[in-house]
Every structure is written in C-alpha cells, then in structure tokens.
Nanobody, 125 residues
C-alpha cells in the first residue's frame, strides 16, 4: 500500500523555524516528484514547493521564496521542507504529495497522485 506520512509540525513563534519530513512506505520515493501543499482554515489548498525526482529541480510559491527550502534524501526515502522566518500567515495543515508524471514544477494539487494525511503548523506568539 502506497503511503506518505508527514511529521515535524508543531507550534512555533513568529520568526522561528521548523523542518517537515515526508516519509514514504510501500513504494520508492525517487520515482516521484514531490510537492508540499498547505491548507489554512476556510481557504483552498495551495502549493508551497515541489522537487524533481533527483532533486535538481525545485519550485517555490512566491509567499515562501527565500524562507522555505525543499530537499530530498532518496536513500532515506524522505523529502524535507525547511521553513525559516515563519509568519502567522504560514499557519496551516501541511501536506506532501507524490506525482508519478515527469517533473513539471507544478504546484497545482490536481497534478499529484498520492497524498499524506497532513501535519499541523501553527505560528503564533
């Protein structure tokens, strides 16, 4: 069974940092481009960042450019999202998703095939 599991969320003060992890089970993650998405209460799910199968291609949404960094360790079957200089508006449930198609840099949710259950990130003082 293909499964993605996010971890690393929590409560952090504005200006703080968190590192999210997306671990895969039941399949080899390096066959997929991976995206991170987030959904705040009352808002639509939005793309945050994505990374190609080998890690050489990345894309970021404008609100997180310069603050978030996506990376992957295929040997550990895990993708990471390092989030620095966090703001209250970053508060959301964060999801990772896998795309079986050739990497396109897409941050559209409908481009992704498999989804995790999400991890809550709350930025508040």
């Amino acid at each position: 069974q293909l499964q993605l599991v996010e971890s690393g969320g929590g409560l952090v003060q504005p200006g703080g940092s968190l590192r999210l992890s997306c671990a895969a089970s039941g399949f080899t993650l390096d066959n997929y481009a991976i995206g991170w998405f987030r959904q705040a209460p009352g808002k639509e799910r939005e793309g945050v960042s994505c990374i190609s199968r080998g890690g050489g291609g990345t894309n970021y949404a404008e609100p997180v450019k310069g603050r978030f960094t996506i990376s992957r360790d295929n040997a550990k079957n895990t993708v990471y999202l390092q989030m620095n200089s966090l703001k209250p508006e970053d508060t959301a449930v964060y999801y990772c998703a896998a795309d079986a198609h050739p990497y396109s840099g897409s941050l559209r949710a409908n481009a992704y095939d498999y989804w995790g259950q999400g991890t809550q990130v709350t930025v508040s003082s």
